[in-house]
């Protein structure tokens, strides 16, 4: 499972392509575009989450194999205190 933490980030900023342009009556005027550093700083997260593994093996590795050899046990006491402790958060 992927978990997309940057999907706030997007709606924020509408990512649909603007239709094309038509061509202003004056020529003599320009544009200008200024990034702020915002702006730059969640463009380097996007870059960086897009660049991540979707899972990390160094960790689901080891329980995979614990699980397809029988050896993976899990206590019943942490157990449902972390089930118990999540329904007291919702």
């Known amino acids: 499972m992927r978990i997309n933490p940057y999907i706030q980030v997007q709606q924020m900023y509408n990512t ?3 239709g094309t342009a038509k061509k202003a009556g004056s020529a003599g005027r320009t544009d200008d575009v200024m990034i702020s550093s915002i702006g730059k700083d969640i463009q380097t997260a996007k870059q ?3 660049a991540a593994p979707d899972v990390r093996t160094d960790i689901v590795e080891p329980i995979k194999s614990a699980v397809q050899n029988g050896t993976y046990e899990v206590s019943g006491a942490s ?3 972390k089930l118990l402790r999540a ?3 919702i």
């Open 16 to 18: 649909k392509k603007a």
């Open 79 to 81: 157990f449902a205190d």
């Open 48 to 50: 960086a989450v897009a």
């Open 87 to 89: 329904a007291g958060e």
